[in-house]
């Protein structure tokens, strides 16, 4: 195999863990990371797959779903993919970063072919696994999704953004105390908030008629305005304080958010 230059190899590790930290910093962090490693390691085919990821993720993160910027983080996703699956052709990570790019840019036929790819070569990774979950929860084949998120979280216990999008496609489902449970474990294994996390569990506390709980949550998301990552945790938040007396609150919040 090849020789990797050890502070490449140390730089895609740093990437890899901030990007799992899903919030802007994090990616801003990650990318300086892998493009250090793809500096000192042009032909390091795990640094531009890790790139690859960061552009993707930071668009499907994005409020703006159209939009240039969009575009271009797509576009350099899928090029960067492109090229690690060239480098590595071997590695089902690569095909699966690729394929979810492609997803996003709209291919899903590509998608589709490059996933059953990444899993051919590696029917145990987690990264294809849940990707792949993903794909099938646009199109509706929930039990598909499930089966694929729960394969991943017994191949990685530890992944927190796994269990909470497992934790969605439970409630999606109408599986809420299984979801609760689940959205709970994953909150357990960060540090700081992920407010959609939150926004999950205040639905499903609320559902689950424990609404003193839910409006906690509820305002914890209200008085965390400085949070990036939010998904629609605001409009979940605003709901539950809606629905339990709430109501002066509830269209104060909605005016703040509409500025």
Known sequence: GKVVNPEAHRLVMEGRHYWNQRNA???RRAEAAFL??????????DAHAGLASVCSIRAAYSLDQSGPVFDTLLRRAQEAAERAVELAPESAENHAVLAYALFHRGDALS???GFERALSLNPNSSL???WRSMVDLSR?????????????????PLWFINLHVQSEA???CGRYPEALQLAERAASLRADVFLPNLGLRATLL???????EALRLARLIHNSSEVETR?????QAIEVLRRNGAQAESESYGVELLK
């Open 111 to 113: 998608a589709d072919r």
């Open 140 to 156: 509706g084949q929930l039990e598909q999704a499930l089966e694929g998120y729960r394969k991943a979280a017994e191949l990685d």
């Open 128 to 130: 294809a696994l849940s």
């Open 25 to 27: 910093e994090g990616f």
């Open 170 to 172: 439970l409630y999606f």
């Open 36 to 45: 250090k490693a793809i500096e000192l390691d042009p032909t390091f085919a």
């Open 231 to 235: 998904w629609n945790a605001d409009v």
């Open 206 to 212: 609320d559902l689950l008629g424990r609404q003193e």
